[in-house]
C-alpha cells in the first residue's frame, strides 16, 4: 500500500466509501451509524485542510512576493494571471450557453415532475435565496471594499475573508521589497521557515487523505436523495457534466500547446488535487493539495504558484461559471421561457462576476446563481428545481475550478521562463 501513487490511494479511499456506504444504506441503523461513527473523520479532514489554507496564503504569498525582488515582475505576472483567468471563466460560459441552447434540457422535464421538485426544495431554495438577498442588498462597488480589511486579524479569522488576506499579503510582501534587502531579510527568513513548515503539514495531512475521502463519500452516499431525482433531472446533469468534461480537454490542449506538457504527465500529476476537490467540494479547502502538486510534479515555480493559486482558488472557478450558464437556461426552459440573444449576452457578464464573486465552499455556486436568475429575470423560486442534484454536481465543478487555476499558473509560469522542465 505504501508504495502505491497518492491518486490511487484516494480512488481506492473514494471507491470503498462508496461501497461501504451503499452497504450501510441497507441496514435500518447504518445511516446513523455512519453519519455519527464515520462522518465525523471526514469532517474532522475538511477542518485540517481549511485549517491550514488561510497559514499557507499568507506565508507562501509573502514569501513569493519578496522572492520577485522588484515590483514590475509582480505587476508583469499579476496582469497575466488576471487576464488569462477571465478569459478562462468568459470562454466557460459561452460553452454552457452554447451547450445549454443546443441540447436544450429543460424541455424535457415534465410538468408533474416540475410541480413536485418546486414544492419539495422550496424551503431549502428560500433559504439560498435569503443569503443572495443579502449579497443583492449592498451596493455595487461592496464587492470591491470587502477585498480591503480593516484589521488584518479579524480577517484571518474567516476563511470566507481569503481575498483580504491576500491583499494583505501581497502588500506586506511588497513593502518588503521596498525596503532595503538588509532590514528585511529577518522577517523574509521567518516566512521562509514558516512556510517549509506549513508545507510539512500539508505532507502530513495528506498521509491520511484516502481515508478523509472514504468517510465523506460513505456519509455522502447515505445522505443522497433517491436515484429516481437523479434520472428526472439526467439530462440537466448530462449537459452540464458534457460542459465541464469540455473544459478539463481545453485545459489539457492549452497546456499541451503552450507549455508542451504531456497530457498524462498534466493529469497524472494534478490528480490528487481534483480527486479532492470532488470529495470537499471546496477549492480553498484543496488549496494547499493544488500548491503541492503544481510545484513538485508539474514544474511551476513557488514565485509563480504562491501567488497565481491562491488568487485562482478564489476568483477563477470555470466549473462554477460553466453550471451558471447551464443552470439558469435550464430553469428558464423549465418554465417554458424563451431568451433573448441580449439577455443571454447578460448572462455572460453576470455568470463570470457571480463565478469570481463565489466562495470556494460547497453550495458557493448555488448561491451566486440566485444573482444570475435575477438579472436575467428568470424566476428565483425555479433553483429548487435543481435542488435535489446540486451536491454531486458541485464535486464535479469544483474538480474543475482546480484544474483551471493549476493551468493557469503553468501557462503563466511558462510565459514569464518559470517553468521548470
Ligand atoms: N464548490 C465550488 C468551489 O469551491 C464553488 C461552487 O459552489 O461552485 O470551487
Same mark, same amino acid.
Given at each position: ?6 491518486h *490511487?490511494?484516494?480512488i481506492?479511499?473514494?471507491?470503498? +466509501? ?6 450501510f444504506?441497507?441496514?435500518? *441503523?447504518? +445511516?446513523?451509524?455512519?453519519?455519527? *461513527? ?11 485542510l481549511?485549517l491550514?489554507?488561510?497559514p ?10 519578496? %522572492? ?40 424535457s ?5 416540475r ?20 449579497q443583492?442588498?449592498?451596493? $455595487? ?5 470587502d ?8 480577517a ?29 531579510? $529577518? ?5 521562509d521557515?514558516?512556510?517549509? !513548515? !506549513?508545507l ?5 495531512? #495528506? ?7 472514504f ?5 455522502l452516499v ?5 436515484? %429516481? ?5 439526467g439530462?440537466y446533469?448530462?449537459?452540464l457534466?458534457l460542459?465541464l468534461?469540455? #473544459?478539463?480537454?481545453i485545459?489539457i ?6 507549455t508542451?506538457?504531456n497530457?498524462i504527465t ?6 490528487p ?6 470529495s ?6 484543496t ?20 501567488f ?13 461559471s ?11 426552459q423549465a ?49 429548487a428545481? !435543481?435542488?435535489?442534484v %446540486? ?13 483551471? %487555476? ?10 514569464? +521562463?518559470?517553468?521548470k522542465?
Open positions: 500500500m505504501n508504495k502505491l501513487a497518492l *490511487w490511494k484516494i481506492i479511499g473514494m471507491i470503498t +466509501g462508496v461501497i461501504f456506504g451503499m452497504l444504506s441497507q441496514i435500518s *441503523w447504518g +445511516g446513523n451509524f455512519i453519519s455519527h *461513527w464515520i462522518k465525523p473523520f471526514g469532517t474532522i479532514f475538511i477542518n485540517l481549511k491550514i489554507a488561510m499557507l496564503i499568507l506565508a507562501s504569498l509573502i514569501k513569493g512576493v519578496s %522572492d520577485l525582488k522588484d515590483i514590475s515582475k509582480l505587476s508583469k505576472i499579476g496582469g497575466r494571471t488576471i487576464i488569462i483567468y477571465l478569459c478562462t471563466t468568459v470562454l466557460a460560459v459561452v460553452i454552457g450557453l452554447f451547450l445549454v441552447n443546443t441540447l436544450s434540457p429543460g424541455r422535464i415534465s410538468e408533474k415532475t410541480n413536485e421538485l418546486m414544492s419539495s426544495y422550496k424551503s431549502d431554495a428560500e433559504e439560498k435565496q435569503s443569503a443572495a438577498a443579502k443583492i442588498q449592498t451596493g $455595487p462597488l461592496q464587492p470591491l471594499i477585498v480591503f480589511p480593516s484589521n488584518i486579524f479579524n484571518t479569522t474567516d476563511n470566507k475573508n481569503m481575498l483580504q488576506v491576500i491583499f494583505f499579503a501581497l502588500f506586506f510582501g511588497i513593502g518588503m521589497i521596498l525596503i532595503p534587502e538588509k532590514k528585511a531579510k $529577518p522577517v523574509k527568513k521567518f516566512f521557515s514558516f512556510n517549509s !513548515i !506549513i510539512k503539514l500539508i505532507d502530513m495531512i #495528506m498521509i491520511i487523505s484516502p481515508y478523509g475521502v468517510a465523506l463519500l460513505a456519509a447515505v445522505e443522497s436523495p433517491s436515484a %429516481d431525482l437523479f434520472i428526472a433531472l439530462a446533469s448530462l449537459t457534466i460542459g468534461i469540455m #473544459m478539463i480537454f485545459y490542449l492549452i497546456v499541451k500547446t503552450f508542451g506538457t497530457p498534466f493529469l497524472k500529476g494534478i490528480s488535487a481534483q480527486l479532492l476537490a470532488f470537499t467540494s471546496s477549492s480553498a479547502a488549496l494547499p493539495v493544488t500548491m503541492d502538486r503544481v510545484e513538485n510534479e508539474l514544474g511551476v515555480d513557488k514565485e509563480v504558484s504562491s497565481v493559486l491562491p488568487i485562482g482558488a478564489t476568483i477563477n472557478m470555470d466549473g462554477t460553466v453550471y451558471q450558464a447551464v443552470a439558469a437556461v435550464f430553469i428558464a418554465f417554458g421561457m424563451d431568451l433573448s440573444f441580449t439577455t443571454q449576452l447578460g448572462i455572460v457578464v453576470t455568470a463570470s462576476l457571480a463565478s469570481i464573486g463565489a466562495a470556494a465552499v460547497p453550495s458557493a455556486g448555488m448561491i451566486m446563481l440566485i444573482i444570475v436568475l435575477g438579472q436575467a429575470g428568470i424566476p428565483e423560486a425555479g433553483l428545481l !435543481i435542488f435535489a %446540486d451536491r454531486p454536481l458541485d464535486m464535479c465543478r469544483t474538480i474543475v475550478n482546480v484544474t483551471g %487555476d493549476a493551468t493557469v499558473s503553468m501557462l503563466v509560469a511558462k510565459s514569464v +521562463g518559470k517553468l522542465k
